[in-house]
């Protein structure tokens, strides 16, 4: 039977760490909304042209066409042994979308991991990413630090912040998605699908608890 999890995450908590991990060792497909969505509407599929028609003028796309397009994918054969969905989920109505489609599947979901972090956790591990202005060459001034300061080692281009990385701009998306993805929290715990993975600097520790989880096991 297909292994169906969903990841949830502040920007910066180490999702893309953990499912860089988890889907190798379950043999699973992540599915990332946003890489999807541009991926369909690359395609030029009908879905992928009626999307692109909201993408494009910056209006917010329909529950209903977000919907079709995850189901879509979830169906697709390379999706049969599961998935780990990141990004969809994101509110409570959507949540309830994913029930109907994967009960139209014949897939219950496994379990829901929300990866906790504080958010100085989350500044310490942002604000020190910087990339190249030039060839887009990415270092971390604590872990993976330039040679000369401010400067790229590979073509001498300055070394800049993404306004993302800000502290303030952090600060906003960290209570932002606090705000909105409260309510998702407390509706998969009601399901007893909930698993709380608390942050930890060792990744591996983070993939251990995970692949522990019984929703997970084989
Ligand atoms: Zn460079």
Redesign the pocket.
């Given at each position: 039977m297909g292994k169906d999890l969903i990841i949830l995450g502040a920007p910066g908590a180490g999702k893309g760490t953990l499912a860089a991990g988890l889907c190798p060792a379950l043999q699973i497909k992540h599915i990332s909304t946003g890489d999807l969505l541009r991926e369909v509407i690359a395609s030029g599929s009908a879905l992928g042209q009626e999307l692109n028609g909201y993408v494009s003028s910056g209006a917010l796309v329909p529950d209903e066409l977000i919907g079709r397009m995850i189901k879509d994918r979830l169906g697709a054969e390379d999706c049969k042994a599961g998935v780990l969905l990141d990004g969809f989920p994101r509110t409570i109505p959507q949540a309830e979308m994913l029930e109907e489609i994967l009960a139209g599947l014949q897939r219950p979901l496994g379990a829901v991991f929300y990866l906790s972090v504080d958010l100085e956790r989350v500044i310490r591990r942002l604000v020190s990413r910087v990339s190249?202005?030039?060839?887009?060459?990415p270092y971390h001034l604590v872990n993976l630090p330039p040679k000369a300061s401010g400067v790229?080692?590979?073509?001498?281009?300055q070394?800049i912040q993404r306004e993302d990385d800000k502290e303030e701009t952090i600060r906003k998306r960290y209570a932002t998605f606090m705000e909105k993805t409260r309510p998702l929290i407390a509706f998969y715990q009601a399901k007893k699908l909930l698993v709380e993975v608390a942050a930890s600097d060792n990744p591996q520790d983070a993939l251990n608890f995970v692949l522990q989880q019984p929703g997970v096991q084989q």
């Open positions: 190249c202005q030039q060839c887009g060459r790229c080692d590979d073509c001498g281009g070394l």
